[in-house]
């Protein structure tokens, strides 16, 4: 059975940093690219990074850019958002999804195959 478990999530006060992974299992996460979105309350749901599955190339939203980092460990089946100097503005609802590539449509998370069940992320003084 195909499974995304998120975790690493948790409460930190800006400027902090947290790992989150997502870890796959029921399919080979070689041949697959996943994607990393969060939702805030209120908001709608964003793309955040994607990364290929064989690590050649990675997308961030610009709001991230320069302070996350996606990164992914095949052998082991996971994937991980590294998140430095974290704002206010990044508490969510974080959730990873796999597709095939990442590709120009990669924030689009309708085109997304099958989804982590999402880890809070708080951040606030």
């Known amino acids: 059975q195909l499974q995304l478990v998120d975790s690493g999530g948790g409460l930190v006060q800006p400027g902090g940093s947290l790992r989150l992974s997502c870890t796959t299992s029921g399919f080979t996460l070689d041949y697959y690219a996943i994607g990393w979105f969060r939702q805030a309350p209120g908001k709608e749901r964003e793309g955040v990074s994607c990364?290929?599955?064989?690590?050649?190339?990675?997308a961030y939203v610009d709001s991230v850019k320069g302070r996350f980092t996606i990164s992914r460990d095949n052998a082991k089946n996971t994937v991980y958002l590294q998140m430095n100097s974290l704002k206010p503005e990044d508490t969510a609802v974080y959730y990873c999804?796999?597709?095939?590539?990442?590709?120009?449509?990669?924030?689009?998370?309708?085109?997304?195959?099958?989804w982590g069940q999402g880890t809070q992320v708080t951040v606030s003084s």
């Open positions: 999804a796999i597709r095939g590539v990442c590709g120009g449509t990669w924030y689009k998370g309708g085109i997304y195959e099958n």
């Open positions: 990364i290929t599955s064989n690590s050649g190339d990675t």
